[in-house]
Nanobody
């Protein structure tokens, strides 16, 4: 059974930086597709970035050049590094469980949702 523990996030001024991390137990992050989604108030949840087997990553156009996604096999963690945050980046950022294919729907944990606000 996969267990996710998210950390990071908070309030920063526009232009600031934050990192959200998701520690995974039960699966090795570099063996799967890991991702970060976000959901702003009143908006649909959207994919921000994903990373395939700890290598190639895909970044949403609206945050490309400001956000990066990475994994750490030593801590089995996937992180979203967010630079030059803007008010439009304000959202709850969520880490779904690891998955083996892009077609599989995301599976969400039950932990608290910490917003990122700029």
């Amino acid at each position: 059974q996969v267990h996710l523990v998210e950390s990071g996030g908070g309030l920063v001024q526009p232009g600031g930086s934050l990192r959200r991390s998701c520690a995974v137990s039960g699966s090795a992050v570099n063996d799967y597709i890991m991702a970060w989604y976000r959901q702003a108030p009143g908006k649909v949840r959207e994919l921000v970035a994903d990373i395939i087997n700890g290598g190639h990553s895909n970044i949403r156009d609206s945050v490309k050049g400001r956000f990066t996604i990475s994994t750490d096999s030593a801590t089995n963690t996937v992180s979203l590094h967010m630079d030059r945050l803007q008010p439009e980046d304000t959202a709850v950022y969520l880490c779904p469980a690891p998955k083996s294919s892009f077609s599989a729907p995301p599976s969400w944990g039950q932990g608290p949702q910490v917003p990122v606000s700029s």
